[in-house]
């Protein structure tokens, strides 16, 4: 095992390197209209041998390693810079977001807040456009350095996310300490809401916790019809999962735009 992660590791540095790092986008669409309302940027390899590598197989090592602090940066440049393009072409609706998971190492980074002034900068990418992800358990971590990285964060204009919410066991009276703007539901909880009463119970109290907070819901993990009339009747803003799509590569991505564009 050490062996196969020692490769590993040297394959990932090669990769940073050789750029073999590619961001796929799935959607995030309203729940009322499904409504083009954004992506979230998912990052993949294209390992020379392997093939598409999902990020499962390697963020948990580019974490120990340090690795995923320069493929953050990697995947929010190009993430930005994606979004500003379909901009530019007219492609997008005016208040389309891109999100980008910002991992735990990187909300210690000392100069994160300057890389990312620095890549909205470079993009041209108004800061309200784009929204960035830290997992429940992340934040709790260290609570008072998060409050205080995401207070910094959202004086840049960027909106703010915690996704996975309900299963990092966080302590409710924080959440309005954190400058959120938007509480992602852990695809859990939505691929079981309609299988029993309480499940749906704790997607509902969900929801309504969120909007007694000023904050939107996402609901992640939507695969069926069912499911997303249940989020509309729960008065959920927004759903991403393979009932919309499943993760695409930027030209798939464009063409998906492309459409919702044509057909609005």
Not at 3 to 22: F, G, K, P, Q, Y
Not at 27 to 33: A, G, K, L, M, R
Not at 53 to 82: K, M, N
Not at 99 to 117: A, M, W
Request: aromatic share 6%; hydrophobic share 40%; charged share 25%.
């Amino acid at each position: 095992r050490a062996v196969t992660l020692l490769r590993l590791e040297s394959d990932l540095r090669r990769a940073i390197e050789n750029h073999e790092l590619c961001v796929y986008y799935q959607p995030i669409v309203s729940v009322e209209d499904r409504r083009l309302h954004g992506f979230e940027a998912l990052v993949r390899w294209h390992h020379p041998e392997r093939g598409i590598v999902l990020p499962t197989d390697f963020i948990s090592l580019a974490e120990e390693t340090g690795l995923i602090l320069p493929l953050g940066l990697i995947v929010l440049r190009e993430a930005c810079y994606q979004l500003r393009r379909w901009q530019q072409r007219s492609l997008s609706d005016s208040d389309l977001i891109i999100s980008v998971n910002l991992s735990g190492k990187q909300l210690t980074q000392p100069d994160l807040i300057e890389r990312i002034e620095e890549i909205l900068h470079e993009s041209q990418l108004k800061p309200w456009h784009l929204k960035l992800e830290v997992t429940e358990s992340v934040v709790m971590e260290n609570p008072e350095l998060a409050a205080a990285t995401l207070g910094r964060l959202r004086g840049l204009g960027v909106r703010l996310s915690i996704d996975d919410f309900g299963t990092g066991y966080s302590s409710l009276s924080y959440l309005n300490r954190f400058p959120l703007d938007i509480l992602k539901i852990d695809r859990s909880f939505i691929s079981t809401m309609n299988q029993t009463e309480e499940n749906l119970q704790i997607v509902k109290t969900i929801v309504t916790l969120a909007g007694n907070l000023g904050m939107q819901v996402i609901a992640e993990g939507v695969e069926t019809e069912e499911q997303l009339n249940q989020l509309q009747l729960l008065k959920c803003q927004y759903a991403q999962g393979y009932l919309f799509s499943e993760p695409m590569d930027a030209a798939q991505a464009d063409l998906f735009v492309l459409n919702r564009v044509n057909s609005s």
